[in-house]
DNA sequence: GAATGTGAAGGTTTTCACAGCA
DNA sequence: TGCTGTGAAAACCTTCACATTC
């Protein structure tokens, strides 16, 4: 199950989310119809240096040819790989509501990999409806439902007052991928992976930087 | 305009967004009843240290009262001025489709001051309907209503090809704070702020940890 | 000649540890 | 005594610069 790229040091969150960012300009490159692309070029798109983006790779492997840059295709498929996102993943969504039916229909999602196959909620009037081909589960019924389709990775959406107890429903169901867009900080064991989605925090970014004249601007 | 505070130094990203954490999580205990905090509680709650809170607090002052904590109400207000969320933003969204119009009636965003006025689209179908009582304006009268209204930020959430025509649009209007939900780069002349929400990004990282047995888990 | 891969340098962020104050 | 505020140390991340390879 473990990659076979040659992982040495302890790698940043911010590698990690480069690599994503370089990922989605290769298959850019890609449709534009490049064959190569240079550190130099890949770091003029994402507004970083090119050592930056060649220490990156440097971590996972030697991916590029001296005097010539890096294979287009090839770079996008070792990426992918280091990131999982070569395998399909299965993910649920808990918490059919307004966020949770956008992110059904959210393309961005399928494209990177990851699949929407089950969506459950605790209101009776939504379970049984039917949302891009797929009908809502009970909530109750998660246990059963994420061993049976093999969910991998879990959305919530479900309001504050309640995620944590659909979080406990879903750690009890054994998955250990979590994506959490209620606002609250949520309790998960030690080897579940947690990570919180808060859209409002990159507009109180904004609202700080106008206020105060932040520098570094356009990053991220 | 500019805020009263002493800002001395030049404040990372990370603090930001740990100032927003720390503003939400204020919330909460206030909802609690508690008069008081430690950096010890509030790190616990966040998942950090104490002498981070400590520190990010330190770079606008000193807030706490030594042997006691922080009293919540007073260090609320005060990082509600820091990040400018006291005073109450006009936002306009641009791209009423499924995130768009999920975004019209996230809660979050109005409890932390962001107040979603006016909403555009170029589809002549979605123009002119109604959501949560605002009704959908042509994207061709942007440049006029979005001052008319005193727009101060855009939230972008068409698809990836025409985004870039639509943030041309949106700076063309004026508005200086971008956030931006599309999957791809945009340009943005130096003095506008232009910040990504990539939500995959997310899963990327969860596939990530899974494949690699990532530590720092539970972050963020 | 052109561009990678990488130690070393430089810069930034976090943590430590303790003086200082309620 | 308890907890803040903060220089100094440690850890971490980015950039430099150059040897190496095509």
């Given at each position: 199950m473990s990659s076979e790229l040659p992982i040495k040091k302890r790698i940043s969150e911010s590698t990690i989310h480069r690599l994503s960012m370089y990922f989605r300009t290769l298959s850019l490159l890609q449709k534009e119809g490049y064959e190569t692309v240079s550190s130099k070029e890949l770091a003029r798109r994402e507004k970083l240096t090119p050592a930056q983006v060649r220490k990156d790779l440097s971590f996972f492997g030697s991916f590029g040819t001296r005097g010539l840059g890096y294979d287009v295709v090839e770079l996008k498929g070792k990426i992918g790989e280091i990131l999982g996102i070569n395998k399909q993943w299965k993910v649920a969504v808990v918490g059919i509501g307004n966020i949770g039916s956008a992110l059904v229909s959210y393309k961005e999602f399928t494209r990177q990999g990851?699949?929407?196959?089950k969506l459950f909620d605790n209101d009776q009037r939504k379970i049984g409806s039917n949302h891009k081909g797929i009908i809502v589960s009970d909530i109750n019924n998660l246990e059963k439902e994420i061993a049976e389709d093999g969910i991998e990775m879990v959305i919530i959406t479900v309001p504050a007052t309640v995620a944590q107890y659909m979080v406990d429903d879903v750690v009890r169901a054994g998955v250990k991928a979590i994506l959490n867009f209620a606002p609250i900080n949520l309790k998960v064991p030690q080897d579940v992976y947690l990570r919180n989605e808060n859209m409002s925090m990159e507009l109180e970014y904004l609202s700080f930087a106008i206020m105060n004249n932040h520098t570094p601007k356009n990053k991220r």
């Open positions: 990851f699949h929407i196959v």
